[in-house]
């Protein structure tokens, strides 16, 4: 078992608490970032940084990193500290194409309800998607590992996806997949299903989500997604039956080819009591 130690002197956790809101607030004026985050009963600013590169399609290379760190108003005080990076390599050949992603979180809580800091890692263990000229297969396997008051809950997620391509003058693309999660804190089951279309230069992603847990807490939630006009826009929304309907929508610069400058992006949700 393995745990996080904190100094406890009073001055000097104030000003390391003005510090880093000065940081925060100076960071996210400069990158033109924002992000309106509802966690429970208030609200919270929210910086997010992504970087990406790509190569043309003789070999592609495609990097993406991210940072983010919210100050989010809960019943005492919580702070996310977060790291996620995803690597893409393809060989360049049309009939095999290797994925190997990978996804690092670190997660400082405390809360009313946990007297103990909270520890989270979620690791994305493999990601193959073998391809042709007809279509491709993606597996992606998650582990997440949490330590809540002295004990060590894991959970699962598993995302299978399929893709059919018609190789004609206006070549398409239609996909369908599904997620199982199991959270073994919760005992609860995920199960996430969708479908993508694509068509020329345009194409709409739509997914379905639906939770139920063993507690009685059943969410439905659903994404429309234009991946490929610039810029790229997202629309979702998510009802909690026994709490509130949040909707969230999203604007991001797409990136040319040869364009390795970082992407700007604004997200914000809101909460309503439905």
């Known amino acids: 078992m393995f745990g996080l130690q904190y100094p406890v002197s009073g001055p000097c956790v104030v000003r390391a608490l003005c510090r880093a809101a000065l940081v925060i607030l100076a960071l996210a004026a400069f990158t033109a970032t924002r992000e309106q985050a509802f966690a429970g009963s208030g609200n919270g600013l ?27 108003s809960e019943a005492a005080f ?90 004609d003058d206006d070549p398409m693309r239609w996909g369908a997949g ?10 609860g089951t995920v199960v996430e299903s969708g479908i993508d279309h694509l068509s020329g230069d345009s194409a709409v992603v739509a997914n379905v989500r639906a939770q139920q847990t063993l ?8 994404a429309f997604t234009n991946v490929l006009d610039a810029p790229v826009a997202t629309f979702s929304a998510e009802k909690t039956f026994a709490d509130h309907l949040v909707i969230s929508a999203s604007l991001s610069d797409k990136l040319e080819e040869d364009d390795a400058e970082p992407v700007k992006i604004f997200k914000a949700s809101y909460a309503l009591k439905w």
């Open 46 to 72: 929210a910086l997010t940084y992504i970087s990406t590169a790509r190569k043309n399609d003789d070999g592609t290379y495609i990097k993406q990193m991210g940072v983010k760190l919210p100050l989010l």
């Open 178 to 187: 599904t997620a199982l999660r199991l959270e073994a804190k919760r005992y």
């Open 78 to 167: 919580g702070m996310d500290i977060g790291f996620a990076g995803r690597l893409y390599a393809a060989s360049g050949h049309s009939d095999s194409v290797a994925a190997p992603a990978s996804v690092v979180w670190g997660r400082v809580k405390v809360s009313g309800d946990e007297t103990l800091p909270l520890w989270d890692t979620s690791t994305l263990a493999l990601s193959m998607t073998p391809r042709d000229d007809y279509g491709s297969v993606n597996w992606t396997n998650t582990r997440h590992w949490k330590v809540v008051g002295g004990r060590l809950v894991a959970s699962l997620d598993d995302r299978y996806w399929v893709n059919v391509n018609t190789l």
């Open 215 to 222: 507690a009685g807490d059943f969410r439905v939630a659903a």
